[in-house]
């Protein structure tokens, strides 16, 4: 058992127990197992959070990605951009829609470089997803304004990004469509697989609400080939009981980075953001070229870390036949093998972040 868990879903299920039970017998009982009005209750929740109108819950996060882009009209001939340093996800969804994966690279913030993007857009161009990995978000102004001269579509891949601001605006409320997801693993998780969709296009809600009910538009009539991808209302009802606190669990999230930057700030590479930010730290990665030693020497002393992500997209076995190869892509390469998550979760105490604190400095003075 490490001393130090990265996350502990057991003990966030213990602190909304009875909540839950609650609301599993309820839901149970009423019988209404999916397209309930939990989940009608859980959209209007999310919206009101997100400040954008309208919100699709969904299977899962990826289904979250790929419902957009269909919806959207992302299709065989259109080319998609992304960031290589991104969950698999963010990358099958687009090739699932037979668009062609195109990457560019990040810059120091771990998002889309604004700089480079504008090489990338071709006649063939249609979207654009910008990450907002680690629940920073994205360089949206210039990418937004990169997207209106070209008259581009914004996908904002949020799955990391729940309660994330910039410039007092929230993730997925800035682009024509977001994807969120409810994984166990995110600041706002469900008990199993969860999604969300977000948009302030009319259109384009009512197009998804058939979309992810087999494009039915009524019981008998299926005006087009939708999909089967639906958040049940067990996840909705849990989502409902855990809304509320997102902020708080966002908070100190915050503040157990301030304490880890604070302590680490004079040994690794640690996360910053500008003023107009406010991030959520899905993770909070620090950088250094001692990455895999720090990170065997922190097993040693129970501390259990993670690396989001070991290989970059364009390097992946399935991404061989978009004929990319190292080197493309220096920064996210970079990254690959200078990253390191500590542990962060709403369950750790401030005694542990000091204890992983002081390993972390302990490896650099030995
Ligand atoms: C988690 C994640 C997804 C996929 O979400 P699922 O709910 O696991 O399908 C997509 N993109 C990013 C950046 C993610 O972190």
């Given at each position: 058992?490490?001393?130090?868990?990265?996350?502990?879903?057991?003990?966030?299920?213990?602190?909304?127990?009875?909540?839950?039970?609650?609301?599993?017998?309820?839901?149970?009982?009423?019988?209404?197992?999916?397209?309930?009005?939990?989940?009608?209750?859980?959209?209007?929740?999310?919206?009101?959070?997100?400040?954008?109108?309208?919100?699709?819950?969904?299977?899962?996060?990826?289904?979250?990605?790929?419902?957009?882009?269909?919806?959207?009209?992302?299709?065989?001939?259109?080319?998609?951009?992304?960031?290589p340093n991104s969950?698999?996800?963010?990358?099958?969804?687009?090739?699932?829609?037979?668009?062609?994966?195109?990457?560019?690279?990040v810059?120091?913030?771990m998002?889309?470089?604004?700089?480079?993007?504008?090489?990338?857009?071709?006649?063939?161009?249609?979207?654009?997803?910008?990450?907002?990995?680690?629940?920073?978000?994205?360089?949206?102004?210039?990418?937004?304004?990169?997207?209106?001269?070209?008259?581009?579509?914004?996908?904002?891949?949020?799955?990391?990004?729940?309660?994330?601001?910039?410039?007092?605006?929230?993730?997925?409320?800035?682009?024509?469509?977001?994807?969120?997801?409810?994984?166990?693993?995110?600041?706002?998780?469900?008990?199993?697989?969860?999604?969300?969709?977000?948009?302030?296009?009319?259109?384009?809600?009512?197009?998804?609400?058939?979309?992810?009910?087999?494009?039915?538009?009524?019981?008998?009539?299926?005006?087009?080939?939708?999909?089967?991808?639906?958040?049940?209302?067990?996840?909705?009802?849990?989502?409902?009981?855990?809304?509320?606190?997102?902020?708080?669990?966002?908070?100190?999230?915050?503040?157990?980075?301030?304490?880890?930057?604070?302590?680490?700030?004079?040994?690794?590479?640690?996360?910053?953001?500008?003023?107009?930010?406010?991030?959520?730290?899905?993770?909070?990665m620090?950088r250094?070229?001692?990455r895999n030693?720090?990170?065997?020497?922190?097993?040693?002393?129970?501390?259990?870390?993670?690396i989001n992500y070991q290989v970059p997209l364009h390097l992946q076995?399935?991404?061989?036949?978009?004929?990319?190869?190292y080197?493309?892509f220096p920064v996210a390469e970079q990254l690959a093998q200078t990253i390191l998550?500590?542990?962060?979760?709403?369950?750790?105490?401030?005694?542990?972040?000091?204890?992983?604190?002081?390993?972390?400095?302990?490896?650099?003075?030995?």
């Amino acid at each position: 058992m490490p001393k130090v868990k990265f996350v502990d879903l057991g003990q966030q299920y213990f602190s909304h127990r009875s909540e839950i039970l609650n609301k599993f017998d309820e839901l149970s009982l009423g019988g209404q197992y999916v397209l309930s009005d939990e989940l009608t209750v859980f959209e209007q929740n999310f919206s009101h959070y997100c400040g954008t109108p309208y919100s699709i819950g969904v299977a899962n996060g990826s289904d979250a990605l790929l419902l957009s882009m269909l919806a959207l009209g992302v299709g065989p001939g259109d080319e998609v951009i992304t960031a290589p340093n991104s969950f698999i996800a963010t990358a099958w969804s687009i090739a699932r829609t037979g668009a062609t994966i195109v990457f560019c690279d990040v810059d120091q913030s771990m998002n889309l470089d604004p700089e480079q993007l504008p090489n990338k857009i071709t006649e063939r161009t249609k979207a654009i997803i910008p990450v907002h990995l680690t629940g920073r978000v994205a360089d949206m102004n210039a990418i937004l304004q990169i997207a209106k001269l070209y008259d581009l579509i914004v996908l904002e891949d949020a799955a990391q990004a729940v309660g994330a601001s910039y410039h007092g605006q929230r993730a997925g409320s800035f682009g024509h469509a977001a994807a969120f997801s409810l994984h166990p693993l995110k600041n706002l998780h469900v008990h199993g697989d969860g999604g969300v969709i977000t948009t302030s296009d009319k259109a384009l809600y009512e197009k998804l609400l058939q979309f992810r009910n087999h494009g039915l538009s009524d019981r008998d009539t299926c005006v087009f080939w939708g999909m089967n991808s639906r958040l049940d209302s067990i996840h909705a009802g849990i989502a409902n009981i855990k809304l509320p606190h997102l902020d708080a669990m966002n908070s100190r999230f915050r503040q157990f980075a301030k304490q880890y930057s604070d302590r680490l700030s004079p040994y690794v590479c640690v996360p910053e953001h500008t003023e107009n930010e406010l991030p959520v730290y899905h993770r909070y990665m620090i950088r250094h070229e001692q990455r895999n030693a720090l990170q065997d020497y922190l097993a040693t002393v129970g501390i259990e870390t993670k690396i989001n992500y070991q290989v970059p997209l364009h390097l992946q076995p399935a991404a061989a036949e978009l004929g990319y190869s190292y080197g493309d892509f220096p920064v996210a390469e970079q990254l690959a093998q200078t990253i390191l998550s500590l542990p962060l979760n709403y369950e750790m105490t401030s005694d542990q972040i000091e204890y992983v604190s002081e390993h972390v400095i302990r490896f650099f003075s030995q």
